[in-house]
Structures are given as C-alpha cells and as structure tokens.
C-alpha cells in the first residue's frame, strides 16, 4: 500500500542556490498575493505539477516559462555578463455563471496584475534580481474546462509577461607576469649599434594559484556565490 502522505520541506530560494529568473518570479508572485483582487483567492502555485481541483478556484499561479539572454556588452571582453529576458506566466482560474460578468473579472485580473507590477516600485527595486522593465506581453482568454464540455462554469486568464535584467558571471583572471626584459635602442634602431644600450631581465617568482569551482560573484551586486550543496 503507498502511503498518500506527503512530506513538504521548507522551500528556500537564493541566489546561492537559484537563478535570478526563480528570485523574480518569486517577487512577482509576493506582489500578487498582496494586490486587493486576490485577496479572497484560494490557492497560489507555482508550478502545474499538481492537478487543479475545481475546490481551489478562485486559483492564481506565477511560473517561470522560459528564460533567453544574449551578451551585455563584447562576449570576449571581460567576466561573462548577459542581458537576460524571463517570460513569466500567469494562471488567473475564476468560476461564475455569468458569461459578462466572468469575462470582466478576467480582465480585471489582467489590469490588477499589470498595474500592481509596472506601476510599484517591488521588483524594480529588488536588492538581488532588479528588474530593468517589462519589454513585452501576451494575454488570452479561455473558457471552460480541458475537457471543452463546460461541466463547470471556470474560465483562465493566461498572461505572459517578460521580465528584463542583467546577469553577471564574475571569475578570477590569473594572468601572471613571471617575467620581464627590457633592452634599448638608443638613439633609434638604425643608430643602436654606436652607442651602449641596456639589457635588463626580471624574472618574477609567483606562487602557483590552486584554480578550483570555489567563490564566484553572481549579478551585479558582486553577491558572494560559494559552491552548492544539495542534500
């Protein structure tokens, strides 16, 4: 017999363990829950692992879809640095018998969302994954449930917004000087061989440097990134 119990550890995420793209969306889902058109909601998800339960409507949930970034500045020059757009999704699931009434309410979950997100300052001003703006979206309607039987009277509003920011990989360069030669050629090199010149050669001793996966910096904040451990 298989045992329905489900043991829930505590969910953490950082920038240690997690991508900027996952601290934004969790930002943008914190910013939701305390709008006043989800106050009443049942239940926020964050993935669609679970299956809808037609108990947890009114339901709202915020998942990471996809994550894209192109270069922030020359790809060879420097630490690895991105400009990064993540589309985030929104679920909004509303039951009502009326069709007028529903689509309203659809559609006032759309403008609660945008205005809560654009127009407050929470994720421009996140400490680790600011949000520089919102370059796109894409909305739409569904009525009805899977099944296209309309059994229940639910309807989904999905709403797909892209976040931009910027991602940097810091390293350590070890770009050792161990040596260097100096030799003149004075007054020019046709005229060199009249006058003494100077040859002069340092060698410099410099202690190997271990190169291991250790600390690296994420983001621009240079926040500290030691290796992680999943147990």
Not at 123 to 150: C, I, K, M, T, W
Request: charged share 20%; net charge negative; proline share 9%.
């Amino acid at each position: 017999m298989v045992s329905s119990n489900v043991v829930r550890l505590r969910r953490v995420v950082d920038a240690t363990n997690n991508s900027l793209a996952l601290i934004a969306r969790d930002n943008a889902l914190a910013a939701v829950k305390q709008l006043p058109y989800f106050a009443n909601f049942k239940r926020f998800a964050t993935t669609k692992q679970l299956q809808l339960e037609p108990q947890s409507i009114p339901y709202c949930g915020v998942y990471l879809i996809s994550e894209a970034a192109g270069p922030d500045g020359d790809p060879n020059a420097g630490p690895p640095k991105f400009t990064v757009e993540a589309k985030i999704g929104f679920s909004v699931w509303i039951m009502n018998n009326d069709p007028e009434e529903t689509e309203l309410q659809l559609d006032g979950a759309f403008r609660a969302i945008m205005n809560g997100l654009l127009c407050f300052p929470t994720v421009y001003n996140d400490e680790v994954a600011p949000v520089e703006g919102f370059p796109r979206y894409a909305r739409s309607q569904h009525y009805g449930n899977a099944g296209l039987n309309n059994e229940l009277p639910i309807a989904e509003m999905r709403l797909e917004l892209t976040f931009k920011f910027r991602e940097y990989y810091e390293f350590v360069a070890h770009d050792d000087l161990r040596l260097v030669h100096l030799e003149t050629m004075y007054p020019s090199p046709d005229e060199a061989g009249s006058v003494q010149q100077i040859t002069a050669v340092w060698d410099i001793p410099v202690a190997p440097v271990p190169v291991t996966a250790g600390p690296y910096s994420l983001g621009p904040l240079d926040i500290p990134t030691p290796g992680a451990t999943i147990t």
